[in-house]
């Protein structure tokens, strides 16, 4: 399978419509009334955690199909949306805790139920990585990282539930009550920048896979051509085709 | 299935019985760490919810050393080809260790906590006995299940004693968190409060839907 077709436009695509979430925070977006220009870190940190979250249960379902079909390529297609939703995880708390310094006064603020459900969150998936490294056979490996990403997955629904209902809330409830929510012209913005933020998931994780796919390949001609000569390849986390 | 798991269960309970490797040891962290959070938090008796906290971390991380230990016998003796080659079901052993892991984790909870009360607590722990032991049985099947599943995760990979504890401690923070919070107002210093009925909910929704989780995925871990 070839995942690098349709990359060159949906990247063209993934450029244009962050851009113009970018023009449109700056220009179009009305300043918040309460918090004035800080308010405008919330069109990156809200997007960029909603897709990390979706990154995780993503890899969750690549994972069930995994298990149900023996298949190592849906294997590395769970590796490749975690390993790309940690980073989005590690970006959306680093300006998380950039916001709430603005806001709230102070770098980490453990009343705020989303901050503190999304940094459990984090450090169970950081897991993710040493406990691949630890396994040394390839099918167990895959096997084992799947039953986590499944566990993991389900997890995350639970422990953003529980911790809610341990703080008392002061996180600004973006779309809780219907109507009342972000003005229009904000939720336009929001709504491009999530689009935005999306479409940059899926090239990275198209690019990723593209480019493991072709290392294999690449592998697999060497081998052909060196036969036994060739050196093992470097033990790593990531799965091999 | 009743049967298989009646066997492993013994047997899991007769090597514990004469060995003595988990239960003393579990039990023994307990109390020193009651005695450095003594020194620690520089506080001669504890309540409310500093009390429910301190309680709840030295479970928790007494039960991380029995979680360690759950499969060692099986990979190391050979235990696991054993039952692999037996007609029964898969389940079973999930089932059985799950129990043993309960019953390691009641017995040392029957030294810990009374110890606990002893040397810590500052409201008598008799004022909502049977609404604590509720907290404890609770929180004790979830420990046991999502312990099962990590110990199973971590026994086959080469670095198992740091990966059951960075794996497990995040996967019950929400389990710790709900128990400490329904213990706190049972040792309040003036009286105990009423047991807060929501955060029972949670922890049994926990319970259920991990050990769907766990009878679900447990075959997958078997296979080799």
């Known amino acids: ?241 | 299935m009743r049967r298989a798991v009646g066997a492993l269960l013994r047997k899991d309970l007769l090597v514990e019985l004469r060995t003595k490797e988990a239960v003393p040891a579990m039990a023994l962290f307990s109390i020193s760490t009651f005695v450095v959070f003594h020194f620690g938090l520089d506080r001669s008796s504890l309540d409310g919810s500093l009390a429910a906290g301190v309680l709840w971390v030295t479970l928790l991380f007494a039960a991380v050393l029995g979680i360690n230990r759950l499969f060692v016998a099986e990979v190391e003796q050979g235990g696991f080809d054993g039952f692999l080659l037996a007609p029964v079901d898969r389940t079973s052993l999930l089932v059985a260790k799950v129990l043993a892991l309960l019953a390691f984790l009641v017995l040392v909870q029957l030294i810990a906590v009374p110890a606990f009360a002893f040397l810590l607590l500052g409201p008598s722990p008799w004022q909502a006995l049977p609404e604590l032991l509720a907290v404890l049985a609770l929180a004790d099947i979830g420990l046991a299940v999502i312990g099962t599943l990590v110990s199973a995760i971590a026994i086959r990979t080469r670095a198992r004693d740091l990966i059951v504890p960075i794996l497990l401690l995040p996967l019950l923070i929400p389990l710790v968190l709900a128990a400490a919070q329904a213990t706190a107002p049972l040792l309040a210093l003036d009286g105990a409060g009423p047991l807060p009925e929501r955060w029972l909910a949670i922890l049994a929704i926990y319970d259920g839907v991990f050990g769907l989780i766990a009878y679900a995925i447990f075959d997958f871990l078997l296979e080799d």
């Not at chain 1, 149900?68 to 849906?74: G, L, Q, S, Y």
């Not at chain 1, 975690?82 to 998380?96: E, M, N, Q």
């Not at chain 1, 929510?181 to 935005?196: E, H, K, Q, S, Y």
Request: with cysteine.
């Open chain 1, 1 to 241: 399978m070839t995942y690098g077709k349709g990359l060159r436009p949906l990247a063209a695509l993934t450029a244009l419509t962050l851009t113009a979430a970018f023009a449109l925070v700056f220009f179009f977006a009305p300043l918040d009334a309460d918090q004035g220009f800080v308010q405008k870190i919330f069109y990156v940190h809200v997007p960029i955690g909603i897709v990390a979250l979706v990154g995780f249960m993503a890899g969750g379902v690549f994972a069930i199909q995994h298990l149900r079909t023996r298949d190592p390529r849906h294997d590395l297609r769970s590796y490749v949306a975690i390993h790309i939703a940690i980073v989005l995880a590690l970006g959306t708390l680093v300006t998380g805790s950039i916001w709430a310094k603005a806001s709230w006064g102070s770098w980490w603020v453990w009343q705020e139920p989303m901050l503190v459900s999304f940094l459990i969150v984090f450090l169970l998936y950081a897991c993710y990585t040493p406990l691949r490294f630890s396994i040394e056979d390839r099918e167990r490996q895959a096997r084992y990282a799947s039953v986590f990403a499944i566990v993991a997955g389900a997890f995350v629904p639970l422990n953003f539930a529980a911790v809610r209902m341990a703080e008392a809330y002061i996180h600004p409830r973006t779309f809780a009550t219907t109507g009342g929510g972000l003005p229009g012209d904000m939720l336009i913005t929001f709504l491009v920048a999530l689009a935005g933020v999306g479409l940059l998931f899926v090239t990275l994780w198209k690019y990723e896979m593209a480019s493991k796919n072709a290392t294999f390949k690449l592998r697999a001609l060497r081998r052909a051509l060196a036969g036994d000569e060739l050196a093992p390849a470097r033990r790593s986390a990531a799965p091999t085709l």
